[in-house]
């Protein structure tokens, strides 16, 4: 590996342990998403009582959960430099494309924690069929790219506006409309057994998605870093 991919990748990793070791203390974002989820999903439980749902609608109820706890936490991760006036040390001891990577790793990391607990819970509260589990799952860790890519620059441009949850929700919902519909259209198609074949579409699709956001990103995130 080169010398300064090497550095970066240690910057990162400073960036992400740094933001690992303060969530680990405080459990703010990670306290935020479990309750929203898990009390989402037992009041839907508890409303669909011994009736069951179709797929596409399951599938749709299970994104919009992760849709609107990753708007509920992922933010944070830039909010809470600017509030406790991090902000500009991290400025000047740390290249913008280390604070990128780094922070786009703690929100990857947040939302795979959120998934690896919300997914079961949402098959045994819903009664959800299983049919291709591997393909649902896989559909998944594309779903958690996709979101965390898309949100991770957005939460560093609101991060000193003064109704940061709202504006993030604002910005963030035309930028992952299209991922949130090829994720719901996949993950019904695995609910129903289908065949990689038949989700290959949507697969690519939003991995194409992921690339190009993520490179977007990176391009993008000095100029809104160092405004």
Sequence with gaps: MPINSAGLVSRAYAVFSKDLRLEMRTRYAIN??????ITTLAVVSFSLGQSSLPTNLLASLFWIVMFFSAVAALAQVFVREEESQ????????????????????????????LAIIVTPLFFILTDAPTGSIGLFILVLALGVTGLCS?????????????????????????????PLILLVTASDLALSSALIIDVLGPLQALIA???????????????????
């Design 209 to 227: 998605y992921s690339v190009v956001m993520t490179t977007a990103s990176l391009m993008l995130f000095k100029f809104v870093w160092q405004a």
């Design 32 to 37: 935020t998403v479990l309750l929203f989820s």
């Design 150 to 178: 898309a949100t991770t620059l957005v939460a560093a441009i609101i991060s000193k506006a003064t109704a940061k949850s709202a504006l993030f929700a604002v910005l963030c919902f035309p930028l992952l409309i299209l």
């Design 86 to 113: 991090t902000a500009l040390a991290l400025r000047l001891t740390a290249d913008p494309t280390a604070v990128y990577l780094g922070k786009l790793f703690f929100n990857l990391s947040l939302l795979a924690l």
